[in-house]
């Protein structure tokens, strides 16, 4: 096997349901529709997402004499079940598990050629992992703003392995588009967060509301929350290509009883210390015990 071959291998060995390998280079069109995104206000106020706008486009900054990316999909599908959280907050927090996958990629990799300088990533630092999934052919952006793999749906999580080896290439392009005529998730949308670009707008949208929005939620928001209360699946729920996608079988994306579903009562019960103690593994932490007690007043 060569590099390539192995590096697919290898990835599907630590846990990934799909791997691309690609040439770090600067993603410029994809640099220019987040410039306009930004500029047109629909990032709300998380200003992280203006900081380090270079080093989103270009992976060599990130990391020194960067020449592969190695990107990286794996499946949390699994029943929807009685909810108010998000598929993805129903296991242990996954930024931790994908880095260490990504690890363990990395160390199998060592065995076949030598990296001096590499980085690990998942959703947590300035690469644009959405673009760099549909750039290496993993999938297509849908008008919900999500990567859409035609096997895997789009419950899915990217991972990104960039390192200072040459490994050959994906013979990969782009995946068509196949939303085709579809328009479900814009209609779905309780408060008109997807636009008929597909530009998403966080200012109307109730996963940003209730994970990053530090404020009160406005009212013309809040009254459409539902039971949600910390993200929303509903544009991703009705959305054909994961009514056909495979189930997860893999334990670490598998849900957990305890992080299925919240109430208030037993945040308002709980102190910090608590509820710290008993969500330390959690992605509930990005909002804490006082952000999600806030979605709940509507």
Same mark, same amino acid.
């Given at each position: 096997?060569?590099?390539?071959?192995?590096?697919?291998?290898?990835? $599907?060995?630590?846990?990934?349901?799909?791997?691309?390998?690609?040439?770090?280079?600067?993603?410029?069109?994809?640099?220019?529709? $987040?410039?306009?995104?930004?500029?047109?206000?629909?990032?709300?106020?998380?200003?992280?997402?203006?900081?380090?706008?270079?080093?989103?486009?270009?992976?060599?900054?990130?990391?020194?004499?960067?020449? =592969?990316? +190695?990107?990286?999909?794996?499946?949390?599908?699994?029943?929807?079940?009685? *909810?108010?959280?998000?598929?993805?907050?129903?296991? %242990?927090?996954?930024?931790? =598990?994908?880095?260490?996958?990504?690890?363990?990629?990395?160390?199998?990799?060592?065995?076949?050629?030598?990296?001096?300088?590499?980085?690990?990533?998942?959703?947590?630092? #300035?690469?644009?992992?959405?673009?760099?999934?549909?750039?290496?052919?993993?999938?297509?952006?849908?008008?919900?703003?999500?990567?859409?793999?035609?096997?895997?749906?789009?419950?899915? @999580?990217?991972?990104?392995?960039?390192?200072?080896?040459?490994?050959?290439?994906?013979?990969?392009?782009?995946? #068509?588009?196949?939303?085709?005529?579809?328009?479900?998730?814009?209609?779905?949308? #309780? =408060?008109?967060? +997807?636009? %008929?670009?597909?530009?998403?707008?966080?200012?109307?949208?109730?996963?940003?509301?209730?994970?990053?929005?530090?404020?009160? @939620?406005?009212?013309?928001?809040?009254?459409?929350?539902?039971?949600?209360?910390?993200?929303?699946?509903?544009?991703?729920?009705?959305?054909?290509?994961?009514?056909?996608?495979?189930?997860?079988?893999?334990?670490?994306?598998? #849900?957990?009883?305890? $992080?299925?579903?919240?109430?208030?009562?037993?945040? *308002?019960?709980?102190?910090?210390?608590?509820?710290?103690?008993?969500?330390?593994?959690?992605?509930?932490?990005?909002?804490?015990?006082?952000? $999600?007690?806030?979605?709940?007043?509507?």
């Amino acid at each position: 096997m060569n590099l390539n071959e192995l590096t697919h291998k290898f990835a $599907l060995e630590v846990g990934f349901d799909r791997c691309a390998v690609a040439e770090c280079r600067r993603l410029d069109q994809q640099a220019a529709r $987040l410039q306009s995104w930004l500029e047109m206000g629909y990032a709300a106020d998380m200003d992280f997402l203006k900081r380090n706008c270079e080093k989103r486009y270009d992976p060599s900054l990130l990391v020194d004499n960067a020449k =592969t990316i +190695i990107v990286c999909l794996v499946s949390y599908n699994s029943p929807g079940g009685d *909810s108010n959280v998000a598929r993805y907050a129903r296991f %242990p927090d996954y930024h931790y =598990t994908v880095r260490d996958m990504l690890m363990q990629l990395k160390t199998k990799l060592q065995q076949h050629v030598e990296i001096n300088s590499s980085r690990a990533f998942c959703d947590s630092a #300035p690469v644009m992992e959405r673009s760099w999934a549909a750039a290496v052919g993993l999938g297509w952006i849908g008008r919900n703003g999500m990567l859409i793999n035609q096997q895997l749906g789009s419950f899915t @999580i990217i991972g990104s392995l960039i390192i200072d080896a040459q490994i050959e290439p994906d013979d990969s392009v782009c995946c #068509p588009d196949r939303c085709g005529n579809c328009g479900r998730c814009i209609a779905a949308c #309780p =408060t008109g967060a +997807i636009q %008929p670009d597909r530009t998403i707008d966080a200012n109307r949208c109730l996963a940003y509301h209730t994970i990053e929005n530090r404020g009160e @939620i406005p009212q013309e928001i809040a009254a459409n929350l539902g039971v949600s209360c910390f993200g929303c699946d509903i544009c991703q729920e009705v959305c054909p290509w994961n009514s056909k996608a495979k189930m997860t079988n893999n334990p670490d994306f598998l #849900p957990h009883e305890h $992080l299925c579903n919240i109430t208030p009562e037993e945040l *308002s019960a709980q102190t910090d210390s608590e509820f710290k103690a008993k969500y330390r593994d959690s992605s509930f932490l990005r909002s804490g015990r006082v952000g $999600l007690l806030k979605n709940f007043r509507k």
